[in-house]
């Protein structure tokens, strides 16, 4: 899936658009992507999957090869970064040093020939926003890394743009404070109404902030959809490996009958939901299934035998590691009010999945990057 339209042509739109650095190579290929105003976008992928490419060019510090992006219905190609209104958080922050914190807020507003007046007041209500209210005369190194981000977050809202850019913003938090600036930016998104474009290759980042997310990989969106539909319902083995955890089974597809595929896998008929698997005729495709959709027990669609290689405590569920139908690193979670039954490493079971919650993909990814967990 290479983009899609919500309702009109869309706030932000990318139409055909291509990039090429050396003339041959192609970073980003063939993109359309429309973005409606008020959404949070997330562009999600491994590193030199085409997502940070796409925003450069959106904020105007890269230059489509081919094809153009529009901004309200607009051209912005020919126009330069600083006139296009858009607010930008970097992974650094860029904060000016030598200035106090309000002094980086005003700076945007200056720039932009805000008087005095309106400017103080602009700037008490993004610090208000931002929870950081009477830290205005410190300077960026007397605060933390967490309270920069704010700062930085701030900065790219004082002057009401109606889209910002964010480029791995939360890259350089520890994972605690990472986790809470998510839940402030999807807070002040959702106070505000403005449209935001976030890139990150942290898939749980994604799944927690984002309207939508695009999937990137060599250049091309892989699939665009909101945070369940991702999860739920992958369109291939990429996206089902890159977004959360994900069980793979490698087989031969035997028929597909009333919207069931009966695919061998290693001597084993399974049943599974039909994607892009084709028809039959012997195709090998690549079935996947959560290990929160698999129960330890016999009663179900699917039963196979399993023998348990390992148990992780992790507090609300047990982590069972099993050899299953050759793989032996199929994972099971148990909830924690089922631990009593949990089986002793090394003993066989029975696994059991629904047809539902196993989907038929294509076998190109097979060895697909997994995402950051």
């Known amino acids: 899936m290479n983009g899609s339209t919500r309702g009109g042509d869309g706030y932000v739109v990318f139409d055909d658009v291509q990039k090429s650095y050396d003339g041959e190579t192609l970073v980003v290929k063939r993109l359309n992507l429309a973005i409606e105003r008020g ?40 126009i330069a970064p600083h006139k296009r209104g858009i607010g930008m958080v970097f992974q650094n922050y860029a904060l000016f040093p030598h200035m106090s914190v309000a002094e980086n807020l ?16 602009r700037v008490q209500r993004a610090l208000d926003m931002v929870r950081m209210s009477g830290f205005e005369n410190r300077r960026p190194a007397q605060l933390s890394g967490g309270q920069q981000q704010r700062i930085a977050v701030a900065r790219a809202l004082v002057f009401d743009p109606e889209l910002v850019l ?36 942290d898939q749980s980042e994604a799944l927690t902030m984002s309207d939508r997310i695009a999937v990137f990989n060599d250049g091309q969106i892989q699939q665009l959809a909101d945070p369940s539909t991702l999860y739920e319902r992958p369109d291939n083995s990429f996206v089902a490996q890159f977004i959360g955890e994900n069980n793979r089974l490698v087989g031969t597809v035997d028929r597909v009958d009333a ?32 290990p929160e959709r698999i129960s330890l027990g016999d009663a179900g669609d699917n039963v196979v035998d399993a023998e348990v290689k390992e148990l ?8 069972c590691r099993l050899d299953v139908l050759g793989n032996d690193e199929f994972i099971v979670k148990m909830p924690n009010a089922a631990s009593a039954n949990a089986p002793t490493i090394g003993a066989t079971t029975k696994v059991t999945w629904s047809t539902e919650d196993c989907r038929a993909l294509d076998p190109a990814a097979i060895a697909a990057p997994k995402g950051t967990t």
């Not at 529009?70 to 020919?78: K, T, V």
């Not at 990472?178 to 976030?198: A, D, F």
């Open 39 to 78: 959404e949070f976008v997330t562009m999600l992928g491994p590193s030199g999957s085409g997502k940070t490419t796409c925003l450069m060019m959106l904020a105007g510090f890269e230059t489509p090869t081919h094809g153009s992006i529009r901004l309200d219905g607009r051209p912005i190609d020919n």
């Open 106 to 121: 005003a700076f945007p507003l200056e720039v932009r020939g805000i008087d005095k007046t309106d400017r103080q007041s």
């Open 166 to 201: 964010m480029d791995e913003p939360l890259g350089a938090l520890d994972k605690q404070l990472r986790e809470e600036m998510q839940y402030e930016i999807k807070h002040i998104h959702e106070e505000l109404g403005v449209t935001v474009v976030y890139v990150t290759h």
């Open 259 to 290: 919207d069931v595929a009966y695919v061998d896998v290693n001597g084993t008929v399974v049943t599974a939901l039909p994607v892009n698997c084709g028809d039959g005729g012997g195709n090998q495709t690549q079935l996947s299934i959560r």
């Open 312 to 319: 992780i405590y992790l507090g609300d569920h047990i982590r």
